[in-house]
Each structure stands twice: as C-alpha cells, then as structure tokens.
C-alpha cells in the first residue's frame, strides 16, 4: 500500500507539473509573459565570443643593420593591435626588396650578400614594418672574415624530400654554418636544351631557410655533352680529350654555369670548380691541369658574368703532398695553376690524413692534415697569403678508427683550424652521415644516430 500511494502521488505531482508548463506556453502564445513559479528554467546563457583583434602594425627590430657582405643577422617581428599589445600567435612573410644584395629566410636570417642597400620587410594580416639594410661598401680583406664550420652533405643527390628535411635539421642541431654540395651538369640537364632545376632549387632553398649558407662544387657532364654512353661507369666524370670536342664541351659548360650563377644570384654565394680534379679518378680518363686551366678560366668568368659578388675557389685538390704516379699531388697542380697565370681568390683543398693519423701527427712522405701549411706556403710564394683557404674535405672513418678517436681528431682539428690556421675561411667536414658501406665518416650515423664526434662538432667554440 505505501508504494502504490507513494507512486500515486508522484504522478499527480508530475501531471500537475506538465499542466502547468503548458498553461505557461499558452500564456506566452498569447502575448502574456510567464512568471517565474510558471515557467521551466531557462537554460543558461551561451559563451560570449570575444572578437579577435586584428594586426594593426608589425615592429620590427633591429629597424637598420649595416652588415658586410657575407654576415647574417636575425630579424625579429612582433605583430601587435592598435593599442601595440603584441599578438603572438600571428603568421609573418618575410620579403627582400633585392635578392642580389641582401636575402632573408622564412625565419628572418638575413645574409647580405654584396654591396648596397634593401629593405627587408615583415607581412602578417596586410600589416607590414621593415628594416633597413645596409652591405658596406668596404669589404672585409679575405684573411679578416670569420670561418664557416659546416658539413659536406650532397643533398642534391638525394630526391628523398623527407630524408633530406631531417638532414638538414640534424645539421642545424649540430651548429652547421654552411653546407657544401655537388652541383651536376648531368643531373639538370640529362637531356640537351631540358634544364630541371627543380631539385637544386629545393636544396639551395631549404638550407638558406635553417640559416645554413649553400656551397656549391660544380663538377661532371651529361654524355651527350661529354660524349661518353652513359652505359660507362661514372660516365658524368669523363672530359672529352679530342681537341674540337673539349672545345665546345667548355662552351658549353660556361654556358650552363653562368644560366646557374645567374638563377642563384643572391643565394649561392660561394661555388667551388669540380673536385679532386688532380686525381683520374675525377678528371677522367686522366688528370690534365692544361684541359683544366682553360675550363677554370672559362667557368669561372661565366660565374663572375652573372654574379660579380660571387666567390670562385680551385676544386678542392687531394693528396696534397703525395698521389699516384698517373696522378698530380696537390701542391704540384697547384704550382702549375700558378705557372698558367691562374690567380685564384680561394684555393681549396682536402687535408685528409691517410694513414687515419691524428690530426697533429706528421708522417713524412704521406698525407697529413697539417699539409693545410704546405698548400698555403705556395699561394704565400705567389703572391697570395692574403688568399683564402677552403677546406672542403676531412675526416675519420669508424672502418679505420674507432668512435672515440674520431671524436678526438675532429674536436682537436677544429681547434687547430681556428688557432693554427686562421686564412682557412670556410671548413666542411666529410660528412654529415655514413653512406654505407663505402663512406663511413660521418657525425651521425647512417640511421641518423648522433656520434660523439658530432657532440664534438657541436660544441666546439666557433
């Protein structure tokens, strides 16, 4: 009996309750407002959006630089509202009024890159501010700039864009300054009159992108430039050795060098003329420093032609003290560039220590890394200890040492770079990351593990 007058009740209680909603209802059908005993509970007010304020202005800072050409700086953007609150979470574009003077990255890092002015401006919501940017007109004497540390990475080699992105990242995490790469006739241009730049301009561009400065060695031909089947092994690296067919292979590559020059003006600052070419296994069927002598010269006027504020180095020259005997040693080829009235403004060069001695340790009649001393003491006899020194090439392999001593002679050659050899102005280790199984140097591994040498790489005072 209780349950069925306890139910009985609720339903009353609810019918009571329906029936007063829907007099409530009526009530505001016709006009009349119900009171609050009457009518249900009102649901609670929804969430009142603020508007977002817009961008108003964008201040930029440093709002003038006066840089010398090679120096970077970076450029900071804060959008801010009309009452100049910053607003944080705001997009900005940035944009050089002239490329051939001043560039800047995506992050703000700009790189002045000869002598002049622009102006760099920052964009967010249609807002902009700007700097003024100014490369002196007094440049900075060869042996007074400061040295770029980097890595030899061959990006251009690797059409893998994913791969490539985390190369990248891992040599910024690294403190990598510049980045040199093979720049190859045969790879834009396998098929005469069909350039495709597309993978050169992605590398060139990302790099400058994490503030990384491109070095470029521009080396081999296609075969129908050389004319060599491209059936051959390392066919792109043979030079024709008739005589009307040289010719015109070096018309040709002057042409492409300076159609290269001329679209990386203001990006590629520094370009290196072929590798290793004392050695056949480079310049091949043979070593020839008279057939180089006219492709230098050639080259290196197209690249001048298309950008004065360019930076023109000898390929980097192997076996500086000691080659084989179908080969040139450094220093001997070098001498005959001089002997040709070559004058070159940055000679480089690949001090590696064959016998994987340490760095400060001198094994006569072999190659040694201090031959850095060796190489300068010829430019000094020439006339040229004011010239630059690039060295574009060193390093230890793990098949031949072992991780702790790699560690050792690359933290101890960086330091005798800086202290021993200050008119070396551009340093690029070999290399970034193994390529298994034949090239086994690099700071990270070849699944991107990061060595002690490269820690040592990173940490060192530049």
Same mark, same amino acid.
């Given at each position: 009996m209780t349950y069925t007058f306890k139910l009985s009740r609720r339903l009353a209680v609810a019918r009571a309750s329906m029936l007063a909603l829907i007099l409530g209802l009526a009530a505001c059908g016709a006009g009349q407002v119900p009171t609050?005993?009457?009518?249900?509970?009102?649901?609670?007010?929804g969430p009142t959006n603020s508007p977002v304020p817009a961008v108003a202005f964008v201040h930029v800072t440093p709002s003038?630089?006066?840089?010398?050409?090679?120096?970077?700086?970076?450029?900071?953007?804060?959008?801010?509202?009309?009452?100049?609150?910053?607003?944080?979470?705001?997009?900005?574009?940035?944009a050089t009024s002239d490329s051939t003077v001043v560039t800047v990255s995506a992050s703000g890092t700009v790189r002045a890159i000869s002598h002049g002015s622009a102006s760099i401006t920052a964009t967010s919501e249609g807002k902009s501010g700007a700097s003024?940017?100014?490369?002196?007109?007094?440049?900075?004497?060869?042996?007074?700039?400061?040295?770029?540390?980097?890595?030899?990475?061959?990006?251009?080699?690797?059409?893998?864009?994913?791969?490539?992105?985390?190369?990248?990242q891992n040599a910024v995490a690294i403190k990598?300054?510049?980045?040199?790469?093979?720049?190859?006739?045969?790879?834009?241009?396998p098929t005469r009159g069909n350039?495709?730049?597309?993978?050169?301009?992605?590398?060139?561009?990302?790099?400058?992108?994490?503030?990384?400065?491109?070095?470029?060695?521009?080396?081999?031909?296609?075969?129908?430039?050389?004319?060599?089947?491209?059936?051959?092994?390392?066919?792109?690296? =043979?030079?024709?050795?008739?005589?009307?067919?040289?010719?015109?292979?070096v018309t040709q590559y002057a042409s492409f060098a300076g159609a290269a020059a001329a679209r990386y003006r203001g990006k590629v600052r520094k370009w290196e003329l072929w590798n290793e070419e004392n050695q056949h296994y480079f310049w091949k069927p043979s070593a020839n420093v008279d057939q180089y002598v006219r492709w230098y010269t050639a080259v290196a006027q197209a690249i001048k032609a298309a950008d004065p504020g360019a930076e023109v180095a000898v390929g980097g020259l192997a076996g500086l003290c000691c080659a084989e005997?179908?080969?040139?040693?450094?220093?001997?080829?070098?001498?005959?560039? =001089?002997?040709?009235?070559?004058?070159?403004?940055?000679?480089?060069?690949?001090?590696?220590?064959?016998?994987?001695?340490?760095?400060?340790?001198?094994?006569?009649?072999q190659n040694n890394f201090?031959?850095?001393?060796?190489?300068?003491?010829?430019?000094?006899?020439?006339?040229?200890?004011?010239?630059?020194?690039?060295?574009?090439?060193?390093?230890?392999?793990v098949d031949h040492v072992t991780e702790a001593q790699?560690?050792?002679?690359?933290?101890?050659?960086?330091?005798?770079?800086?202290?021993?050899?200050?008119?070396?102005?551009?340093?690029?280790?070999?290399?970034?990351?193994?390529?298994?199984?034949?090239?086994?140097?690099?700071?990270?591994?070849?699944?991107f593990r990061l060595r002690e040498a490269g820690v040592r790489f990173r940490d060192f005072s530049r």
């Open positions: 609050a005993s009457s009518a249900p509970d009102s649901p609670p007010p003038a630089l006066d840089l010398q050409p090679g120096d970077t700086a970076r450029l900071a953007a804060t959008p801010e509202d009309g009452d100049g609150a910053p607003l944080t979470d705001r997009p900005v574009v940035w003024s940017i100014t490369a002196s007109a007094a440049a900075v004497p060869p042996t007074q700039q400061r040295t770029l540390y980097g890595l030899h990475m061959d990006l251009a080699f690797n059409g893998n864009a994913a791969e490539r992105t985390r190369t990248i990598t300054q510049i980045s040199r790469n093979s720049f190859a006739w045969s790879q834009v241009e350039r495709d730049w597309r993978l050169t301009d992605s590398v060139v561009d990302e790099l400058i992108a994490n503030g990384i400065e491109p070095l470029m060695v521009i080396y081999g031909s296609p075969s129908w430039a050389n004319g060599v089947s491209a059936s051959v092994t390392n066919a792109f690296l =043979y030079v024709p050795t008739e005589e009307t067919a040289f010719a015109a292979w005997s179908i080969d040139y040693n450094g220093k001997q080829f070098l001498e005959l560039l =001089y002997q040709h009235q070559i004058v070159p403004e940055a000679v480089a060069v690949h001090p590696y220590a064959l016998s994987w001695q340490a760095p400060d340790v001198h094994i006569q009649y201090d031959d850095i001393e060796l190489m300068h003491g010829v430019m000094i006899a020439h006339g040229q200890a004011d010239k630059p020194i690039w060295v574009t090439e060193w390093g230890w392999p790699q560690a050792q002679y690359v933290a101890r050659s960086l330091e005798m770079i800086k202290t021993l050899y200050p008119y070396v102005k551009v340093a690029t280790y070999f290399l970034d990351h193994d390529h298994a199984p034949t090239y086994m140097s690099g700071l990270y591994t070849a699944d």
